[in-house]
């Protein structure tokens, strides 16, 4: 079950969410490979890639088929989540609150060093939110464009003709971002940050220590373990035989 702790590691996430990550990495991999060679056809590296995907035609078909994969697991995983907040099995986590924002704030301060007190995350931090979040629209943004200019003759009937090469332009660079975005941003988050050099491991087995939890999600953990946070007036958390906090 994820949000479980069992003393020395957390289950921060569970098989479904694993799995869900597993298919749109590679998935998306899949579709900078074949989508930016075609943005960029005149350089060499993407003669390459088309080369090595059987050809123009091949490179175009795979990248279509997984744009229809990603787009069905968006629609996968929006269904899920808005079914698992109606039934109650599953809380309001990503949807940005008031205490994001002062946690925003409080962690520049803690930077700037205007005080000593960094912000106190619960399960997802403002920045875990706002990732999610420019994936969410990115998403939606890239599989409209995408079935326009899947079917442009469907798209151009029911909207005037101009949409077709502004959903090209659409596509082309929001595709461009979203490549830099991850390749830059989540790359460095899930491997670079020192905290989790080389390579964060919690995505793929759902794990993460005890420790590193108590550092990045205090609040979640105290709730984990029935306490109150010491942020609230609880008990400092205790590990091994070292009080913490
Ligand atoms: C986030 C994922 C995606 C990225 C990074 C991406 C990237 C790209 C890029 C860079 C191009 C070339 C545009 C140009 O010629 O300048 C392209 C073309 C295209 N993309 Fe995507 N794309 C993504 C998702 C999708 C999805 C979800 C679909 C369909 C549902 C799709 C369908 C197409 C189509 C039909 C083309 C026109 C070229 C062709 O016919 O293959 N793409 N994409």
């Not at 060679?37 to 490179?59: C, E, I, M, S």
């Not at 520049?108 to 994936?135: C, I, M, N, S, V």
């Not at 949409?163 to 929001?174: D, L």
């Amino acid at each position: 079950m994820s949000g479980s702790s069992s003393g020395s590691y957390v289950v921060r996430f569970n098989l479904h969410q694993r799995v869900e990550h597993f298919i749109t990495m590679v998935v998306f991999a899949l579709l900078c490979l074949t989508g930016l060679p075609q943005k960029f056809y005149t350089h060499g590296w993407a003669q390459g890639l088309v080369h090595v995907f059987g050809g123009v035609d091949a490179t175009r078909w795979i990248h279509r088929v997984c744009g229809l994969i990603l787009a069905f697991s968006t629609v996968i995983h929006f269904g899920g989540a808005i079914a698992g907040m109606l039934s109650r099995k599953m809380g309001f986590t990503m949807v940005p609150s008031k205490k994001d924002f002062e946690d925003a704030i409080q962690q520049l301060r803690y930077y700037l060093g205007a005080t000593d007190k960094h912000p106190q995350y619960d399960r997802y931090t403002y920045k875990e939110k706002f990732e999610y979040w420019g994936l969410v629209f990115g998403n939606v943004i890239m599989v409209i464009t995408g079935f326009a200019l899947f079917f442009p003759v469907q798209a151009a009937s029911l909207l005037p003709g101009q949409i077709i090469p502004a959903a090209k332009v659409a596509h082309s660079n929001e595709g461009l971002m979203a490549f830099l975005v991850i390749t830059v941003w989540h790359i460095f988050n899930a491997h670079l940050n020192p905290d989790v050099f080389p390579f964060d491991t919690s995505m793929f087995t759902g794990k993460v220590s005890r420790e590193r939890y108590e550092h990045e999600h205090p609040l979640e953990l105290a709730r984990l373990e029935g306490r109150v946070p010491a942020e609230h007036g609880g008990a400092p958390a205790v590990h091994g035989k070292r009080e913490v906090g």
